[in-house]
Structures are given as C-alpha cells and as structure tokens.
C-alpha cells in the first residue's frame, strides 16, 4: 500500500505542507539593495561569480566559454543583486529560440507537449548567491518570475535543479516537477529534475496556498501585490529602460 502512486504523492504533498510553514518573507533590515538588469556586455562580473561559484562546487570543469554560450546570447536576460554596493547573487533567463534552451540537453522530449500548444517557455538559470540573506534569493526568483510573466509574456517558467533542492521551489512557487531525475552534463554529470512554473495559474495557487495573516507568510502577496519603490519597474509591465542598468 505504501509504495501506491496515489499514497506517496499524498505523504509528498504533505511534505511540501510543513516545509512551506516554516517559510517566511525576509526582512530588509538596515540593508540597502540595488536591482540591476546587466546588458551583454557587461555581464563579466556576474559570469565570474558564476565560474566561482559552480569550480568551487565542482560543478564546472574545463573551458569557461565553453560553459556560456546561452549566457552570451543577446536574448538572455541576466539580473543582479547588489547589497551595500557588493554584487551579492544573480539569475539569467533564456527565451525559447531557435536554439531552444539550455534544459533541452536532458528535456526537450519532456516540454514537446507544451511547445505543440504553442506555449511561450522561459527557462530560469544560473542563480547564485553569496549571502546568507535570504532576501537576495527571494528577490531574484521575484525578479525572474514578474519579468518571465509581465515582460515576456511566458507562459511557463521552467527551472533544473539538483532534485535535493525540489522541494524548496514546490513549496515557494508552487513547481511541479515534469521531467524525471537525470545527471546533467553541464554540471559535471550532477543529477537534475526539471521543475515548472505554469505562470498562468501560479497566482490562484499561491493565493489558495499562502495565508494573509501573519504577513511575513503572505508570499502572495509578495509576488503579485508588493510593489516597493527600490524593485524594479519593468517587471511591473512598463518599459523596460526604466530598470537600472549596468
């Protein structure tokens, strides 16, 4: 009985249940943060943290450039997170070209479906931080998730993890993992699932999921109504020059 599909998606949810009350929204603190869209050419500071962090971790091996190609691309979108002048995590996004995206390597059978429905896919990657603020981290998916919704118009917010790491994003944004665990060549053979994001209807989720009281629990309202003078305007659906860049 315990091995039935049915019972272990039950003892499933309801581990994402308790990991999800123990969530909470970080305060600022006394610190001050700056958001930042980094042009193309300008992403060397945030590609060295990226090398940094992914040797250090033995992720990475061999050729840095190797690495990048998807990075380099003018489509992708890369943010960063500074706090008290110090580049403390970054994030990039890659749109679905004619090249795919970066999850194609282990997933394309897996997202061929959504992609004969016509769905616009964007795919969240190279997150790094180097703070134990958990401010940085929850600002980057905050800023991956408005401009994957409001500025591309996306559909689907995909995202490979190590699968150890699954149950955080199920319980935050209300992920389903959709593709099966797989070593990832692109981090030295480390196991992966791919996670996604059906922005479309993650907002009556969250809403459904996330109690209004306490506030610091209220990551609905931390995604779809809080809009501090500090964040970003562009992923609020206005022109993109209005984010900071550089």
Same mark, same amino acid.
């Given at each position: 009985?315990?091995?039935?599909?049915?019972?272990?998606?039950?003892?499933m949810d309801?581990?994402?249940g %308790?990991?999800r009350?123990?969530?909470?929204?970080?305060? +600022?603190?006394? $610190?001050?943060?700056?958001?930042?869209?980094?042009p193309?050419?300008?992403?060397?500071?945030s590609?060295c943290?990226?090398? +940094?962090?992914?040797?250090d971790?033995g992720?990475?091996?061999?050729?840095?450039?190797?690495?990048?190609h998807?990075?380099?691309?003018?489509?992708?979108?890369?943010?960063?997170?500074?706090?008290?002048?110090?580049l403390?995590?970054?994030i990039?996004l890659?749109?679905?070209?004619?090249?795919?995206?970066?999850?194609?390597?282990l997933?394309?059978?897996?997202?061929?479906?959504?992609?004969?429905?016509?769905k616009?896919?964007?795919?969240? #990657?190279?997150?790094?931080?180097?703070? +134990?603020?958990p $401010?940085?981290?929850?600002?980057?998916?905050k800023?991956?998730h408005?401009?994957?919704?409001?500025? %591309?118009?996306?559909?689907?917010?995909?995202?490979t993890?190590?699968? +150890?790491?699954?149950r955080?994003y199920?319980?935050?944004l209300?992920?389903?993992?959709?593709?099966e665990?797989?070593?990832?060549?692109?981090?030295?053979g480390s196991?992966?699932?791919l996670? !996604?994001?059906?922005l !479309?209807?993650?907002?009556?989720?969250m809403? !459904?999921?996330?109690?209004r009281?306490?506030?610091? !629990?209220?990551f609905?309202?931390?995604?779809?109504r809080?809009?501090?003078?500090?964040?970003?305007r562009?992923v609020?659906?206005e022109?993109q020059h209005?984010?900071k860049? #550089?």
């Amino acid at each position: 009985m315990l091995n039935h599909p049915y019972v272990i998606l039950l003892f499933m949810d309801e581990a994402i249940g %308790r990991f999800r009350e123990h969530l909470r929204i970080p305060e +600022r603190g006394g $610190h001050s943060y700056e958001y930042h869209l980094v042009p193309p050419g300008k992403r060397d500071e945030s590609h060295c943290l990226l090398e +940094r962090t992914y040797r250090d971790k033995g992720f990475w091996k061999g050729e840095r450039d190797d690495k990048l190609h998807f990075h380099r691309k003018e489509s992708t979108v890369c943010f960063s997170v500074h706090k008290n002048g110090e580049l403390s995590g970054t994030i990039s996004l890659f749109d679905d070209g004619k090249e795919g995206l970066p999850l194609d390597c282990l997933y394309g059978e897996d997202i061929t479906p959504l992609r004969r429905e016509g769905k616009v896919l964007v795919e969240a #990657g190279a997150l790094v931080t180097v703070s +134990r603020d958990p $401010h940085i981290l929850f600002s980057l998916f905050k800023l991956a998730h408005n401009y994957s919704l409001y500025n %591309r118009g996306a559909d689907d917010l995909m995202l490979t993890v190590h699968p +150890r790491h699954s149950r955080f994003y199920q319980a935050l944004l209300c992920m389903d993992v959709v593709g099966e665990e797989k070593p990832h060549p692109s981090v030295n053979g480390s196991p992966a699932v791919l996670l !996604r994001m059906n922005l !479309r209807k993650a907002a009556e989720e969250m809403e !459904r999921v996330y109690p209004r009281d306490p506030s610091d !629990r209220d990551f609905y309202h931390y995604y779809y109504r809080e809009q501090p003078d500090d964040f970003p305007r562009a992923v609020y659906g206005e022109e993109q020059h209005e984010l900071k860049e #550089g």
